[in-house]
């Protein structure tokens, strides 16, 4: 599973781009749910991807995820923080990240 890779077809756009730091806000409470602790968090425009995480633990989010619904933007933050743990796919990653975001659903 390569959910990060940008792949059609994409879900619909806000109207509004989420602000930058309230979209870092929402990583960090994620990477404390986690237990993880990135090094750095940037945003900036991707032409393949819309998150990628560094084996030094920066990320870095495409900026057209700021246009992405919650739910979306939350799929893509959980998977990149996780691999601060799980550098590799596979499906014990996969449902890991499942696991998160069903357990979290009702609150974000
Ligand atoms: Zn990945």
Known sequence: MTL??????????LEESVPQELF???????AERIGVQPQHIAIRPMA???GSC???GRLTFDRDLL???????AEVVV????HLKYPQHGKAFAALVR???????SIT
């Open 4 to 13: 990060m890779e940008k792949t059609p077809p994409f879900p619909p756009t």
């Open 24 to 30: 870092k806000s929402e990583v960090r409470a994620w």
């Open 48 to 50: 393949r991807k819309w």
């Open 54 to 56: 560094s084996s030094a």
């Open 67 to 73: 246009r992405q619904p919650a739910a979306f933007r």
């Open 79 to 82: 998977h990149e923080l996780l």
């Open 99 to 105: 696991s998160y975001l069903a357990k979290y659903e």
